[in-house]
């Protein structure tokens, strides 16, 4: 798992039906990586969140056939830009 | 396998169902690298050196196979020398060793 800062929401409304509805965010990593990241739980842009990929993205999404490999995990509690950097 | 030091815990309350209540640790895995969320099923302490499994084999450590990890801690290590070189590191230290003689 990695942590990631959400950026924005992203809206695909063509999409594959194996992504099914399921919310999109674009989340950056410390370096300011782009990557876009399945989101069940509902994270807001600026939060720092935890990422799930691999396979272990799809089981995070709740559902072993949606086809994605970063899931959002959960909403870190207490977490730091100067930590990220570091 | 890979090997992590122990970071910090970590805390995230709004999390997915599927992540329960076990326990996040931040790792690295040295110094210079980003930092890493683990599962952790042993029980480590910030500062321990653990080892780490990732893809598929992360979900089964985890407990089961359908548990949503990518990184999952599976021992402690007992003694590690931090200061055991790299494959690359040793290679830069021999370098740095010649020019030093020269």
């Not at chain 1, 950056?28 to 990929?53: C, Q, R, W, Y």
């Not at chain 2, 790299?86 to 370098?95: D, I, W």
């Amino acid at each position: 798992m990695n942590i990631q800062r959400v950026r924005s929401d992203l809206v695909a409304t063509y999409r594959v039906p194996s992504l099914a509805e399921k919310s999109l965010r674009v989340v950056e990593d410390h370096s300011g990586n782009l990557e876009v990241a399945l989101d069940p739980v509902g994270a807001k842009p600026g939060d720092f969140v935890i990422t799930i990929g691999i396979s272990a993205a799809r089981f995070a999404a709740g559902d072993p056939r949606i086809t994605t490999d970063l899931t959002i995990g959960g909403i870190i509690d207490h977490w730091s830009e100067e930590r990220w950097r570091s | 396998m890979r090997i992590f030091r122990v970071d910090s815990t970590l805390v995230a309350t709004a999390r997915i169902g599927g992540l329960d209540s076990h326990r996040l640790l931040v790792v690295q895995e040295r110094a210079s690298a980003s930092k890493q969320v683990a599962v952790d099923p042993v029980g480590c302490k910030p500062g321990d050196w653990v080892i780490a499994v990732g893809s598929s084999a992360a979900r089964d450590a985890a407990g089961s196979k359908e548990y949503p990890s990518d990184l999952t801690i599976v021992g402690i290590i007992d003694y590690w020398d931090e200061a055991t070189p790299g494959p690359s590191e040793r290679r830069t230290a021999k370098t740095a060793n010649g020019e030093a003689r020269r």
